[in-house]
Every structure is written in C-alpha cells, then in structure tokens.
C-alpha cells in the first residue's frame, strides 16, 4: 500500500509523519514496514524512527543528514511500504481476573450485559496487535478489543494503579507497567514485569507483537510473581 502523509517539523532534528486521523492493524503493520525499511537505508546521521497510532516520528541529525535527502528517502519507502507480516514476537501472558487484581470487572460485565466470565473469555480469546509505546515506559496499545468490551475511560481516573494491572478503554487493551495513576477499567492483574531497568534497557512488549492472555488462577498468579521478582519472564511462543 502506498502510504499518504502529511510531513512536519517536530523540531531542528526531528520529523512526523502523520498518516491521517485513523489507525488499523493493517496500517500499523505498513507503518512498522516503513520505520523498518528506513533502520536498513544505511543513512548516516539517522537515529531513530519512532512509530505510533498513524503516524512516524524520525529522528537525526541534520549536521550528517540534509532534511532534504531524508524527506526523499522517507518519500520512496512509504510509497512501497507493505501491510505485511513483519518479524514479530508471539506473548501469551498469565492473567488473574476479577476481585482486588480487577476492580472494575463487575461494572465492565454490567456495562456490557453480560456475566464476568463472558467478559474473561473474549478478552482472552483474542490476539492482540502491539500497535505502539506511549504515556509511560514499556506501555503498550494492544488492539483491537471485542466490540462487546469496549467503553469509554472512567469518569474519575484512579491516582494510583498497580503495576501489572491488566485494564481495557475504547478499543484498546493494555497492562500498566509501573504503578501511575490512569484512568482505564481494570479487569485483571499480570505478574509478568514488563520495564525494568535494573534488568533490561528494553520493554518486554514492543510494537508490531501480538499478545494473547491465559486466565490463572490467583495462587498461580502469585506463585510466578515471586518467579518474576527474580527474573522469570516468559519465552515469546513462536516468532512469525
């Protein structure tokens, strides 16, 4: 698909590329595609390609990189750009749902007319797209949830939300990686850690990956987080 967009100057080293008003799966991958292509140019003076929802942020170095040869570089890859599969990372990750681990999973059935346990198992019967990082280190935007499961953010964000806390809002799905105060419906808990610095210099979660969630129980749910407090992260499952 050839990728339309609008260019600006977010500063002296910096360019977006906005690709309109609306995201999908398929945009996403052409977009991944694209920050991808442009990692292999080989341009000296490029330093980072940041993607987002509908859009490209590219940051380099003006002094080794002519804004000019990078816009033209930008303007042939987004024309060949592919809504392919790109090489990505299969997560399943263990989830406890209901009770203190997801306070807000009896409005969000009630919300939806539905029982909790119909609530559990479409949210864990879908795989999830990583579409991008944002708000805090290591958050990802998991899409696209069930149609029966979408409601808008709660009325009165929380101050403080666990890290781990598996919460859905629109369309999307995510888990907090750090305690921070946010304003989704919490459904469930994870004890698998997803930003750590002490550990990693990289989120667990990156975009492009997809991400399925295994209902546990809440003893299981405890037992891997004392793994996960020393180190255990699960093995991707496959990679596409």
Same mark, same amino acid.
């Given at each position: 698909?050839?990728? +339309?967009?609008?260019?600006?100057?977010?500063?002296?080293?910096?360019?977006?590329?906005?690709? $309109?008003?609306?995201?999908?799966?398929?945009?996403?991958?052409?977009?991944?595609?694209?920050?991808?292509?442009?990692?292999?140019?080989?341009?000296?003076?490029?330093?980072?390609? !940041? /993607?987002?929802?509908? +859009?490209?942020?590219?940051?380099?170095?003006?002094?080794?990189? /002519?804004?000019?040869?990078?816009?033209?570089?930008?303007?042939? !890859?987004? $024309?060949?750009?592919?809504?392919?599969? !790109?090489?990505?990372?299969?997560?399943? *990750? /263990?989830?406890?749902?209901?009770?203190?681990?997801?306070?807000?999973?009896? @409005?969000?059935?009630?919300?939806?007319?539905?029982?909790?346990?119909?609530?559990? =198992?479409?949210?864990?019967?879908?795989?999830?797209?990583?579409? &991008?990082? $944002?708000?805090?280190?290591?958050?990802?935007?998991?899409?696209?949830?069930?149609?029966?499961?979408? *409601?808008?953010?709660?009325?009165?964000?929380?101050?403080?939300?666990?890290?781990?806390?598996? =919460?859905?809002?629109?369309? &999307?799905?995510?888990?907090?990686?750090?305690?921070?105060?946010?304003?989704?419906?919490?459904?469930?808990?994870?004890?698998?850690?997803?930003?750590? &610095?002490?550990?990693?210099?990289?989120? *667990?979660?990156?975009? $492009?990956?997809?991400?399925?969630?295994? /209902?546990?129980?809440?003893? @299981?749910? @405890?037992?891997?987080?004392?793994?996960?407090?020393?180190?255990?992260?699960?093995?991707?499952?496959?990679?596409?």
């Amino acid at each position: 698909m050839r990728l +339309s967009f609008t260019l600006f100057d977010c500063a002296e080293s910096a360019l977006s590329l906005d690709f $309109g008003p609306h995201y999908s799966k398929s945009l996403s991958l052409a977009i991944l595609d694209a920050s991808g292509q442009l990692a292999k140019a080989g341009l000296p003076g490029l330093k980072e390609s !940041i /993607p987002a929802l509908s +859009s490209l942020t590219v940051l380099y170095d003006p002094l080794q990189l /002519p804004k000019e040869r990078l816009i033209t570089e930008i303007e042939a !890859i987004c $024309g060949a750009a592919q809504a392919a599969a !790109i090489s990505s990372r299969t997560w399943e *990750l /263990p989830v406890v749902y209901g009770g203190e681990a997801g306070p807000d999973l009896g @409005e969000v059935a009630a919300r939806a007319g539905i029982s909790e346990d119909q609530i559990v =198992a479409l949210h864990a019967a879908q795989t999830y797209h990583v579409y &991008m990082l $944002g708000f805090a280190p290591g958050f990802a935007y998991l899409g696209d949830l069930p149609q029966a499961l979408r *409601l808008p953010r709660r009325a009165a964000p929380r101050a403080r939300i666990p890290a781990g806390s598996v =919460a859905i809002a629109s369309d &999307m799905t995510a888990i907090y990686p750090l305690e921070s105060p946010g304003g989704w419906h919490l459904i469930g808990f994870t004890p698998v850690v997803l930003w750590d &610095m002490a550990r990693r210099d990289q989120p *667990l979660l990156e975009p $492009g990956d997809q991400v399925r969630f295994k /209902p546990v129980s809440k003893e @299981e749910a @405890e037992f891997l987080r004392h793994r996960a407090a020393d180190g255990w992260v699960p093995a991707p499952l496959e990679a596409a």
